[in-house]
């Protein structure tokens, strides 16, 4: 069976010849068989127009080197996905492929020299559903505040369901609700073109309502059908500091006969505010009545230890970018490593997000973990195929 990486047109840019004629050769020992080569980031630049679907980058590179080729890269139309080789020690290629995902541009993932044909596959391996997800993203825009007012009114609103399960024994924990849009023409989109334009207007009280609204009808439904699970949502800042927010949710979870011990807010790390005092009341009022509190995509904001000690979070969910790949990356393998411990330290519950690899997992499990989110496990489902996956999960 041939593997979709093995119709890719792929470019190798590096300025030795010899590294260059090495890399072509092993590409194709793979099965590629559309493979050219470039000396330099100018050379490559030339030849861009010609799409390709990957390139192989050396940084080190005498005119054009390959961090300053990122930036003609991301402003280039076509946009190839990106795998870097150096001979540079592994802290350079961690932010190099930072960098590269900052301008936007899809980053397999890097390869310290010397390059051989296991770690090349391996990376392609990985490669198709990445790649899939990140054309996704980019092509989504913004809707218009319009749109989103319309669609809050008109059904708009679809919940794709991610499985979080035990790191140890892989059982069915509970599941994120995620917000996918459908519009009018059928398609869904994801949060990210619809969330920061209701920030801005005066609609994100009502689009989050539709999202819990929706979220826990299918909780109850779920609970009542005896599939025992628990749920998270993700709530903005500017819900919080809403008065009536805590009754608003309230209201929803008797109408929905949720209670809130199966309910956890995931609350942004990067959002908590200056001012803290609102969304601490809201946040302990609601710990309060039983509802679980999670400081999302944690390590990514500049939350102090005294934040943390001071909200009455009882989860804390690391961030995708120190769970993917940290097995290859030290420093993110030492954040991640922290914030564990961090947590036990706390008494709260650990979870990873991103863990998209058999050596995500196995990292996470190790570093005592409790929680796995990731594609590893499961891509976001609608309501029915989480159903279905759930049945055939650990068969
Ligand atoms: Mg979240």
Not at 12 to 23: K, L
Not at 287 to 307: K, N, V
Not at 373 to 386: C, D, E, T
Request: glycine fraction near 6%; hydrophobic fraction near 40%; charged fraction near 25%.
């Amino acid at each position: 069976m041939s593997a979709d990486w093995q119709q890719f047109k792929v470019l190798v840019v590096d300025d030795d010849a010899f590294q260059r004629s090495i890399v072509s050769k092993l590409l194709k020992q793979l099965g590629i068989t559309e493979i050219a080569d470039a000396e330099d980031g100018k050379a490559a630049e030339a030849e861009l127009a010609k799409g390709y679907d990957l390139l192989l980058l050396d940084l080190n590179m005498p005119g054009m080197d390959g961090i300053e080729f990122l930036n003609v890269l991301s402003a280039h139309s076509s946009s190839p996905s990106l795998i870097f080789f150096s001979g540079e020690d592994g802290r350079i290629l961690e932010v190099a492929e930072e960098l590269a995902r900052d301008l936007s541009i899809s980053v397999i993932g890097s390869i310290a020299k010397p390059v051989s044909k296991e770690k090349i596959q391996r990376l392609l391996e990985q490669t198709a559903p990445q790649m899939t997800q990140t054309t996704a993203r980019l092509t989504q825009s913004e809707l218009t505040e319009d749109e989103v007012r319309a669609g809050i009114s008109g059904g708009a609103i679809t919940m794709f369901y991610q499985p979080k399960v035990d790191a140890q024994t892989l059982a069915l924990r509970g599941v994120e609700s995620l917000l996918r849009w459908q519009t009018p023409e059928g398609a869904l989109i994801g949060p990210g073109a619809v969330i920061p334009v209701a920030e801005r207007t005066d609609l994100i009280q009502a689009l989050t309502l539709g999202i819990f609204t929706v979220s826990m009808t299918q909780l109850g439904n779920w609970l009542k059908q005896g599939f025992e699970l628990s749920m998270s949502c993700n709530f903005s800042i500017a819900d919080l500091v809403q008065p009536e927010i805590v009754e608003m949710l309230d209201g929803v979870l008797a109408a929905s006969g949720v209670s809130p011990d199966k309910v956890t807010l995931e609350v942004t790390e990067s959002q908590l505010p200056e001012d803290v005092s609102k969304v601490l009341s809201a946040l302990t009022r609601l710990r309060l009545r039983g509802y679980e509190i999670s400081i999302d995509d944690f390590g990514t904001g500049f939350s102090s230890m005294e934040q943390l000690r001071r909200f009455p979070f009882t989860e804390l969910k690391i961030d995708r970018a120190f769970v993917n790949g940290a097995e290859q990356k030290p420093s993110a393998r030492a954040i991640l490593e922290s914030s564990v411990d961090l947590a036990r330290r706390l008494n709260i519950r650990s979870v990873a997000e991103g863990i998209e690899t058999e050596a995500d997992l196995n990292l996470c499990r190790t570093l005592g973990v409790d929680v796995a989110q990731g594609y590893y496990v499961s891509r976001p489902l609608s309501s029915n195929a989480l159903e279905d996956w759930a049945k055939s999960w650990q068969l």
